[in-house]
């Protein structure tokens, strides 16, 4: 549990996980900005995700992937940590996910407490 209120980017394009992930991190003190596709974060958040404490984003959204806003995102600037999430993992996927910055990789399902204790060691290094 996160010893100290951060400042959370959720992109997840699932609604029902999206909202829990909120809660959880709601509930450990943390402030959540949650967007339903990286497009979305894009058009409103960019100055957001690049001034939180920590980013989560699943790998496969609907249009832009989290892999690809998480390259795109580090091309402007230093980048907070970035935790990949996704349902659907692939031989050779996490090492992708690291090469584009990623600081964790969380395969779902995962509970609450290992995606506080990503965020936790991401933000920590």
């Known amino acids: 549990m996160p010893d100290r209120i951060m400042d959370i980017v959720l992109v997840e394009d699932d609604a029902s996980l999206r909202l829990a992930m909120q809660r959880v991190l709601l509930a450990a003190g943390c402030i959540v ?3 339903r596709s990286a ?3 894009i058009e409103t958040g960019v100055d957001k ?3 939180c404490d920590c980013l989560v984003l699943d790998i496969s959204l609907p249009g832009i992937s989290g892999i690809d806003l998480c390259r795109t995102l580090r091309t402007s600037g230093p980048l907070p940590p970035c935790i990949l999430i ?4 692939t031989p050779g996927q996490r090492d992708i996910a690291i090469r584009a910055g990623a600081s964790d990789y969380l395969l779902k399902p995962f509970t609450g407490t290992d995606l506080l204790e990503a965020i936790t060691r991401a933000v920590a290094a």
Not at 86 to 89: A, I, K, P, R, V
């Open 39 to 41: 497009e979305a974060l």
């Open 86 to 89: 996704t349902g659907h993992d």
């Open 33 to 35: 900005l949650a967007y």
């Open 49 to 51: 995700a690049k001034q």
